[in-house]
């Protein structure tokens, strides 16, 4: 296994094995690893000849007061994983690699990323949308694997895919949970005992939602987000958003009548968990 730090010996690296007719799966991370990105990183091992996983904490994501400088960053222990699950590349570059002095050109996938995390996180879909770009170009993945608790995301990702016109295969995996049925995310790390008991809710307030929809027929949003708050608000400090969109378009759905995604964003003591799930009528 190779770690890199410079975006030339990637590609590089990946030229020749492009020769080679070797394909290419990429799992982009921000690394603090667990089983939801070793999930992604085991379907790219059994779906390509070479896996690609890139380390890197993107500034640009994060807004002015976000936890940018407290993010995990246990690298050794991302190694560690990586190696362990036999991928061939790490690509781990610093801020001024990948954003050098002048940088100056960003990507924007209109209208997706003004809604649901977007109204909360200026920016930030801006900065996920250019990093991705970068680091397709850096990498040149065939697939490229992302985890739909990220669902917003995994949506902007394959539309600007799309509209850019980039050689590359999204595939999105399911949501990886705790027996409990908490999402897995690396800001777990944050919550205290409490605030991880606490945002439990979260979980129940999508199955809940699901069951509403599935088994009692109810279709109205207003409804089902009615009861969904009932759940989560006494044990949260904060709802940013509970939302019921079209699981292709990302458009709001008032009357469910065919597959959606349920989302929800909420504050825990300090720390920004997300959720959702997909449900088919």
């Known amino acids: 296994m190779k770690v890199i730090k410079k975006s030339e010996q990637v590609q590089n690296i990946i030229k020749k094995l492009k020769q080679q007719k070797k394909s290419i799966g990429f799992v982009p991370t921000m690394g603090a690893l667990h089983q939801g990105h070793i999930s992604l990183i085991r379907r790219a091992r059994k779906e390509n000849d070479i896996v690609a996983v890139s380390i890197f904490v993107n500034p640009a994501q994060f807004g002015p007061n976000e936890d940018l400088k ?8 991302d190694v560690g994983i990586c190696k362990s699950e036999g991928v061939d590349v790490i690509f781990a570059p610093s801020p001024k690699e990948m954003y050098p002095e002048n940088y100056l050109t960003y990507i924007t996938v209109e209208k997706l990323s003004d809604i649901m995390c977007g109204k909360f996180r200026h920016g930030h879909f801006r900065g996920v949308a250019t990093i991705v770009a970068k680091l397709f170009n850096i990498v040149q993945p065939d697939r490229a694997y992302f985890g739909l608790k990220d669902f917003q995301q995994s949506v902007i990702v394959k539309k600007m895919v799309t509209d850019l016109n980039f050689p590359v295969k999204i595939i999105s995996s399911p949501i990886v949970r705790e027996k409990d049925g908490l999402a897995l995310s690396s800001r777990n790390v944050y919550l205290s005992f409490t605030e991880r008991k606490n945002a439990l809710s979260l979980s129940r307030s999508l199955q809940t939602a699901k069951n509403l929809i599935k088994y009692k027929n109810i279709k109205s949003a207003e ?14 400090d904060k709802i940013d958003y509970i939302d019921i969109h079209d699981a292709e378009t990302l458009e709001e759905i008032k009357y469910i009548k065919k597959k959606v995604v349920i989302a929800v964003a909420v504050i825990v003591g300090k720390t920004r968990l997300i959720d959702n799930i997909i449900v088919k009528r």
């Open 223 to 236: 409804k089902i987000i009615s009861e969904m708050r009932k759940i989560i608000s006494p044990k949260v």
């Open 70 to 77: 407290k993010y995990p960053r246990p690298f050794e222990k």
